[in-house]
């Protein structure tokens, strides 16, 4: 079955860029919607953004100035790159597949996570 | 300020129906999913769209939505359902499919 692997450095620098790859095994990157959420420690979840593997991308308004991301299909895997981070980024970061079925896909129902990557922005 | 609303906390007897509902404007538009995440883990999705249950999820889940709310129903709730329970949807504009989540529920089974 489809899984979803983060990736990155569990510690980064405050104005320092946040970047995390989720790499897909199981199944393939194609056809589906990407995504990124994340969540502070104790607190609710939080949607950063979204891209297709066309490269199309929708980003959360409140993060969308710093927020980039990117996807390689020849190694199925997908990044996010949040820059001039601040401890307010600390949190775990989820990527997450949108959910398709019967030709049809929910762009806002996640239907596999990653297991989440514990990121801190500290000097 | 998130704009789906969730209860922070509801409790029910084991075995018995518990409701967990969200609220917000760009429910009258759009679907809501459902997510159940336990302590540690990532969340799982069991609902989505109009009221639907992925596979492995129980059918004691079940959603509704009427006007700007939307309710989870756990019929008949084992132990096993304690856990935090996330609403998401389209943000109130609509625009370029943006996601929004509600602030979660922590459900508790006495």
């Known amino acids: 079955q489809v899984q979803l692997q983060e990736s990155g450095p569990g510690l980064v620098k405050p104005s320092e860029t946040l970047s995390l790859t989720c790499t897909v095994s199981g199944g393939s990157i194609n056809n589906y919607y990407w995504n990124w959420i994340r969540q502070p420690a104790g607190k609710g979840l939080e949607w950063i953004g979204r891209i297709y593997i066309s490269g199309s991308t929708n980003y959360n308004p409140s993060l969308k100035s710093r927020v980039t991301m990117s996807v390689d299909t020849s190694k199925n895997q997908f990044s996010l790159k949040l820059s001039s981070a601040t401890a307010a980024d600390t949190a775990v970061y989820y990527c997450a597949r949108a959910y398709c079925t019967g030709g049809r896909c929910y762009p806002d129902a996640f239907d596999i996570w990653g297991q989440g990557t514990m990121v801190t922005v500290s000097s | 300020s998130s704009e789906l609303t969730q209860d922070p906390a509801v409790s029910v007897a084991l075995g018995q129906t518990v409701r967990i509902t969200c609220q917000g404007d760009s429910l009258r538009s759009f679907y809501v999913s459902w997510y159940q995440q336990k302590p540690g883990q990532a969340p799982v999705l069991v609902i989505y769209?109009?009221?639907y249950r992925p596979s492995g999820i129980p059918d004691r889940f079940s959603g509704s939505s009427s006007g700007n709310t939307a309710s989870l129903t756990i019929t008949g709730a084992q132990a096993e359902d304690e856990a935090d329970y996330y609403c998401n949807s389209r943000d109130s504009s609509g625009i370029n499919l943006n996601v929004v989540f509600g602030g979660g529920t922590k459900l508790t089974v006495l």
């Open positions: 769209g109009e009221n």
